[in-house]
T-cell receptor, first 115, second 111 residues
Framework: NAGVMQNPRHLVRRRGQEARLRCSPM?????VYWYRQLPEEGLKFMVYLQKENIIDESGMPKERFSAEFPKEGPSILRIQQVVRGDSAAYFC?????????????FGSGTQLSVL | GNSVTQMEGPVTLSEEAFLTINCTYTATGYPSLFWYVQYPGEGLQLLLK?????DKGSNKGFEATYRKETTSFHLEKGSVQVSDSAVYFCALWNYGQNFVFGPGTRLSVLP
């Protein structure tokens, strides 16, 4: 039973380029969460999606960032025109639903470096 | 809104010492509470959880009790090992909402 799969593991971009981060949730999971972790800092919530719907994007910057979770395929976090301050580890997590015994399972993250 | 506060790190202990990492929360209703652990270069892994008041979550020698009266979920371990060195995150979840994490506490255990 594969866990949450994120790719690429490391991504290097130059300022102004686009970064696309992919996340395949665990089998049977329809809820996806994206978090950003800066060096020596905690996890910052970005966005919560359920198949084809954005449920909560209160943590997403208003400019340049977008996320989707299509009916088929992985969830994508897209960062346009990247800047140095976007360098961070981006973690995706998934859960089966919203029941009382829900648990969040994390991927290994994508380390984005902006040169 | 919901929030989680953890004790500031880093915490440095000698092997076999007793560990406590404090966690308090602010939330409406009856959230579920979690402790996650992150080893270097990896994603977070669920360590333990509790879904209602007075529940005790436990795993790998770690324990935490859901205290609604003090809105706390402190993590404890009686005897830490070098392999416990990691960052520990307290988190809460409410129905229909996203998971909220504390800032994390880095633990270093020295041999």
């Amino acid at each position: 039973n594969a866990g949450v799969m994120q790719n690429p593991r490391h991504l290097v971009r130059r300022r102004g380029q686009e970064a696309r981060l992919r996340c395949s949730p665990m089998k049977g999971h329809s809820h996806v969460y994206w978090y950003r972790q800066l060096p020596e800092e905690g996890l910052k919530f970005m966005v919560y999606l359920q198949k084809e719907n954005i449920i909560d994007e209160s943590g997403m910057p208003k400019e340049r960032f977008s996320a989707e979770f299509p009916k088929e395929g992985p969830s994508i976090l897209r960062i346009q025109q990247v800047v140095r301050g976007d360098s961070a580890a981006y973690f995706c997590a998934s859960s089966r639903g919203q029941g009382l015994n829900e648990k969040l399972f994390f991927g290994s993250g994508t380390q984005l470096s902006v040169l | 809104g919901n929030s989680v506060t953890q004790m500031e790190g880093p915490v440095t202990l000698s092997e076999e010492a007793f560990l406590t990492i404090n966690c308090t929360y602010t939330a409406t209703g009856y959230p579920s509470l979690f402790w996650y652990v992150q080893y270097p270069g990896e994603g977070l892994q669920l360590l333990l959880k509790a879904t209602k008041a007075d529940d005790k979550g436990s795993n790998k020698g770690f324990e935490a009790t859901y205290r609604k009266e003090t809105t706390s979920f402190h993590l404890e371990k009686g005897s830490v090992q070098v392999s416990d060195s990691a960052v520990y995150f307290c988190a809460l979840w409410n129905y229909g909402q996203n998971f909220v994490f504390g800032p994390g506490t880095r633990l270093s255990v020295l041999p």
